[in-house]
Every structure is written in C-alpha cells, then in structure tokens.
C-alpha cells in the first residue's frame, strides 16, 4: 500500500477556507486517495475519494496533482464543528481490501 | 435506518474476564470490520468480514475472536481481557466490490477499560 504522510497539526480561521495537504509519492496506478474525518471521539466519517480527476460533494473538494503524487483537500468555508482529525487514505478498491488509519491531521479552526 | 448499531457504549472488566462487543448494520452490507484507537492514536484493523461465514485477520487479531453468521451481526470476543486492551472500539461496514469502494460507515465506538 501506498503511505501516506499528513502535516499533524494546523489551524485555519472560521469562514476561511481549510487546505488539507496529503503526500503519497508511492502512489499506484490503481490506488484511490480517500479521506475521512473524525470529530472528538466520534467514528470516522467518510469525506470525498478520487483516483485522478478532481471532485468534489457537499462537504469538501479533493485536488490531485497529475502526477498523483499529492492530493488537498479543501473545506470551503470551514466552520468550529469541522475541527476534527483528517484522515488521508490511499488503497485500490479491490475486494476485501479494509482501510488503515494514520496519525492524519488535527485541524483547529478557530474564531 | 439505524446505520452501524455497537453496544456497550462503556464496559469496565477486569483483567481475565472475557466479553462480547456487539455490532449491527441494517445497510445490508456484505464488509464488516472491527478497528481499536488507542489515546491519541489512528486506528487499527484487528478482524475484518467479507461476508457470512467469512473472517480474517487484520493488523492487530492477537486477543481477539470474530465470527459472522449473518450478514447483519460481526461481534467481537475479547477472550481473556488484558490492561492492553483498554481502547476504543469501533466497527465499521460497507458494500462490496468496487461500486461500495471504500466508503465505510462506522458506528459510534464501544469504550472498553480493563483494569
């Protein structure tokens, strides 16, 4: 599996954007980039994924480089209840394939 | 829907005892798979299922048993509780093959302290 490496820790101000940088360099062909989240204690939840193409859902967009080697994630306006643990994730969705967590980052936002 | 159902919420054993940690889903999900988050910590896969009748091991299976007898239920047995096993438990589900990825949906956590 590809690693994954996530700064630990970072702030961003309420309404302001939140850009969450990952670094897979090992990344392969057929492995997708993931992300969770987990608020204080509570079990992950699931954010956004993508393979290549940028996307992007009600919660956050996912940029990834073209070489595929890095990826961000952006909460557009990020509010006191995203400050949460972010979990970069990257694994090839073959059968009985199960996600393993890192340390992620630790946003604050803050007021 | 309930989505992922685990229960206790809380569990005080002491060390040698022996307890179940329950986890139902009502997604009709074929993956299921039970993760410990040490303080601080990221989690870590201990048993995963890809189906009824079907189990393996994951990062951390030392200390623990699984079984899956119906799609809906993956309990986890602790079979002899140590000081090491105070974690936090959670279980998590999904659907198969590529369509289902993995999206996983977890449920809220089982807080287990083995004094």
């Known amino acids: 599996d590809a690693k994954t490496t996530q700064p630990p820790s970072m702030d961003c101000a309420e309404g302001r954007a939140a850009n969450l940088p990952c670094n897979h360099s090992?990344?392969?062909?057929?492995?997708?980039v993931y992300w969770y989240r987990q608020i204080h204690s509570q079990g992950p939840q699931y954010i956004i994924h993508g393979l290549k193409n940028n996307e992007t859902n009600e919660m956050a967009s996912l940029i990834i480089t073209e070489d595929r080697k890095s990826s961000t994630l952006i909460l557009p306006h990020a509010t006191l209840r995203d400050t949460a643990v972010y979990y970069c994730?990257?694994?090839?969705?073959?059968?009985?394939?199960?996600?393993?967590f890192g340390g992620g980052t630790r946003l604050m936002v803050k007021p | 829907n309930a989505g992922v159902t685990q229960t206790p919420k809380f569990q005080v054993l002491k060390t040698g005892q022996s307890m179940t940690l329950q986890c139902a889903q009502d997604?009709?999900?074929?993956?299921m798979s039970w993760y410990r988050q040490d303080p601080g910590m990221g989690l870590r896969l201990i048993h995963y299922s890809v189906g009824a009748g079907i189990t393996d091991q994951g990062e951390v299976p030392n200390g623990y048993n699984v079984s899956r007898s119906t799609t809906e239920d993956f309990p986890l047995r602790l079979l002899s509780a140590a000081p090491s096993q105070t974690s936090v438990y959670f279980c998590?589900?999904?659907?198969?093959?590529?369509?289902?990825?993995?999206?996983?949906?977890f449920g809220a956590g089982s807080r287990l302290t083995v004094l």
């Open positions: 998590a589900s999904r659907r198969s093959g590529a369509g289902g990825a993995n999206v996983l949906t």
């Open positions: 997604m009709n999900h074929e993956y």
């Open positions: 090992t990344i392969s062909g057929n492995e997708y």
């Open positions: 994730i990257v694994r090839d969705n073959n059968a009985g394939n199960m996600l393993t």
